[in-house]
């Protein structure tokens, strides 16, 4: 059976500005990579986990697997960026879309997520390969986004040209539904990241 929806938690990043082991760094009493994972599992969507090709957090990463059961993979390449965890989350799980989630996005939210997947219909008929939330100054945010399977052949030739890896690449060829941020979330906080130290410790 094709399941509809999977996930992929991108956690394969180097944490650079955070001093690495991005996932595993606490944020208001819980690791940052168990927000969304608490919320994919809550929906009852099955979701794939891609951690760095060389992690060195293994341990942890052994840990959080017997927590959430989850699949997990690892980047086929190091230092792809995050298509590299698109392509090899699309590769563990068999689904028609995909919703795909950074590791640091503490405030996401069941509800904002259900409203991600309502549009699912709509991107069918106008033959959109990705929803892709929009703020109204522009700024896009492709990392908390849907992505159909059918994109991955895309995905594959953009990989295999190793020319431009940038996620806003893949999406100009994707005839992308942008929605509006808003919609998702009136106060706009579920797209908020942790790149920082000092982001860790600010809790709103
Ligand atoms: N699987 C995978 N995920 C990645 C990769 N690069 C970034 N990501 C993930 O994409 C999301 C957004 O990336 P950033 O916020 O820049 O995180 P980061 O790259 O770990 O942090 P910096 O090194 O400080 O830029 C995070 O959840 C990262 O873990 C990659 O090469 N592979
Ligand atoms: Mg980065």
């Known amino acids: 059976m094709v399941t509809i929806i999977a996930g992929i938690i991108l956690s394969g990043g180097k ?3 955070i001093g690495g082991k991005k996932p595993f760094r606490v944020f208001n009493g819980k690791y940052l990579i168990n927000y969304p994972s608490d919320v994919l599992k809550s929906l009852k969507i099955p979701y794939v986990t891609v951690f760095a090709k060389n992690s060195i957090d293994l341990e942890m990463e052994r840990k959080y697997l017997i ?3 989850c699949l997990i993979s690892f980047d086929l390449i190091e230092g792809k ?3 590299m965890g ?4 699309m590769r563990a799980l068999n689904a028609k879309w995909f919703i795909v989630l950074p590791c640091d996005c503490p405030y996401v939210t ?3 997520l259900e409203k991600l997947i309502a549009n699912i219909e709509i991107a069918e008929k106008n033959n959109n390969l990705c929803i892709i939330p929009k703020h109204e100054n522009g700024y896009i945010e492709p990392l908390f986004a849907l992505y159909k399977r059918d994109s991955l052949h895309i995905l ?3 990989i295999m040209e190793d020319k431009n890896l940038s996620i806003r690449y ?3 060829h994707l005839n992308p539904l942008y929605i509006k941020a808003e919609e998702l979330d009136e106060s706009k906080r579920i797209f908020k990241n942790i790149n920082t130290i000092e982001e860790l410790k600010n809790v709103e």
């Not at 698109?86 to 989350?89: E, F, S, T, W």
């Open 86 to 89: 698109i392509l090899c989350g």
């Open 81 to 83: 960026g995050p298509l």
């Open 156 to 158: 594959n030739k953009i």
């Open 67 to 69: 927590k959430y059961k």
């Open 15 to 17: 944490g650079e500005r």
């Open 170 to 172: 893949f999406i100009s």
């Open 110 to 112: 069941k509800e904002a």
